[in-house]
């Protein structure tokens, strides 16, 4: 009896080592295939929808029409809460209405993760100039990245 035990420990053991082994490598190699970096369509720009044309350009707006003020240190703690949430609001119009196809949805994903880094560094009360920094420059990819007809750069 004492036999049978330690053999079906054993191979329970056996069994619990090959399935985190191979569940470690599944997950080591879903790592390598997120990429941070956006990329181009084989060199073309991605095709967007309309609500990714309203919800970057309602982006752009929310930070356009505040810029003068943070650039000269006269934005305070309560208007930078405000902005963050304004942002996220935006941001969450374009996760709920957005329909691009997986490769674009993806690249999308990458550069709204940096909008979403400049809202949590807004949100965070350390140094909160620098988050705006951070959404500026993800509008200024955008173009690069997204084909939008009607896109305006953003004025400042």
């Given at each position: 009896?004492?036999?049978?035990?330690?053999?079906?420990?054993?191979?329970?053991?056996?069994?619990?080592?090959?399935?985190?082994?191979?569940?470690a490598q599944e997950h080591e190699h879903d790592g390598q295939t997120h990429k941070l970096e956006l990329e181009l369509n084989q060199g073309k720009r991605w095709t967007i929808d309309e609500s990714l044309h309203i919800g970057m350009t309602s982006l752009k707006r929310e930070i356009e029409i505040n810029l003068e003020a943070i650039h000269n240190n006269q934005f305070s703690a309560v208007q930078y809460q405000e902005l963050a949430g304004s942002l996220n609001d935006h941001l969450n119009f374009l996760?709920?209405?957005?329909k691009l196809e997986p490769k674009a949805d993806a690249q999308l994903h990458i550069l709204l993760a940096r909008i979403m880094n400049g809202v949590e560094q807004i949100k965070?009360?350390?140094?909160?100039?620098?988050g705006v920094v951070l959404i500026i420059q993800s509008l200024q990819e955008y173009p690069v990245y997204f084909e939008d007809s009607n896109w305006q750069s953003l004025k400042h």
């Open positions: 009896m004492k036999n049978i035990i330690y053999i079906t420990a054993f191979i329970g053991s056996f069994i619990v080592l090959q399935l985190s082994t191979v569940i996760f709920k209405n957005c965070s009360d350390d140094n909160q100039k620098q």
